[in-house]
């Protein structure tokens, strides 16, 4: 199974811009479908940005449509979420998570892979 670590997280004001970063190891990286998940206190964790196996195919969130934008390099085993126009309302942890599927939901309910999480905060 492939292990995950966040970075690239930080504070930041509204309209500012974050890059994030989710490095693998311990399996061949682009066997899995990555995802982009987010959690604000008090709320469940939602799917922001999802991205497939080859790189070919993504899945956004409306929230972030526009504004977000999910990479991968598989030379590097590393998954990206570039983040631009950021909104108070995005701030969050962030995690990427991992599944072996063709199909890249946003479901958080469907991967079992994650790493532990960077936080972002977006002042006003």
């Known amino acids: 199974q492939v292990q995950l670590v966040e970075s690239g997280g930080g504070s930041v004001q509204a309209g500012g811009s974050l890059r994030l970063s989710c490095a693998a190891s311990?399996?061949?990286?682009?066997?899995?479908?990555l995802t982009w998940f987010r959690q604000a206190p008090g709320k469940e964790r939602e799917g922001v940005a999802a991205i497939s196996a080859t790189g070919d195919t993504t899945r956004y969130d409306a929230s972030v449509q526009g504004r977000f934008t999910v990479s991968r390099d598989n030379a590097k085993n590393t998954l990206y979420l570039e983040m631009n126009s950021l909104k108070p309302e995005d701030t969050a942890v962030y995690y990427c998570?991992?599944?072996?599927?063709?199909?890249?939901?946003?479901?958080?309910?469907?991967?079992?892979?994650w790493g532990q999480g960077t936080q972002v905060t977006v002042s006003s």
């Open positions: 311990g399996d061949t990286f682009s066997r899995y479908c």
């Open positions: 998570a991992a599944r072996t599927s063709l199909l890249c939901t946003l479901v958080s309910s469907r991967y079992n892979l």
